[in-house]
């Protein structure tokens, strides 16, 4: 890998996999949720994109150098925050919301899981394309 390149932060590769994993994680939902439903997921997961790229700012260059661990560290990390936020939203946490808005929230959280699948492995895979393609030429 390209020791110069490693040593930049790629922000464009990182909210290109934003876009493209959430473009193609909602494309199983797309026929039932329409536009509406990749609006509100766009919504919902900016906090989180955001926390996730002052994270990315600080530590570029390990990120760049192990991308297929920092990625899988990302995607596991965020399966963990789902499930605890699924368990904690059950009948052991709050009594005072509905069935309803559990099952909306657990719907909006488990579909989230193929967007950032779809980012962890498109970020993995160009940052990899980028650093041979520098190496090379």
């Not at 040593?7 to 949720?33: D, K, M, N, S, T």
């Not at 536009?35 to 955001?50: K, M, Q, T, Y």
């Not at 059950?90 to 899981?113: A, C, K, P, Y």
Request: charged content about 10%; overall charge neutral; some cysteine.
């Amino acid at each position: 890998m390209s020791e110069s390149f490693l040593r930049e932060p790629q922000v464009e590769l990182f909210f290109q996999a934003y876009f493209v994993g959430l473009a193609i994680g909602h494309l199983p939902f797309f026929f039932e949720f329409g536009l509406i439903g990749l609006f509100w997921r766009f919504i919902f997961s900016l906090p989180f994109v955001f926390v996730l790229f002052i994270f990315y700012r600080i530590k570029f260059a390990e990120i760049n150098s192990r991308p297929i661990l920092w990625s899988s560290i990302v995607f596991m990390g965020i399966s963990a925050l789902i499930a605890v936020a699924l368990f904690l939203l059950s009948d052991i946490g709050v009594q005072d919301i509905t069935l309803r808005e559990l099952t909306l929230l657990s719907f909006l959280l488990v579909i989230s899981l193929p967007s950032v699948l779809v980012s962890c492995i498109y970020f993995v895979v160009m940052i990899t394309l980028q650093s041979r393609k520098r190496s090379v030429g």
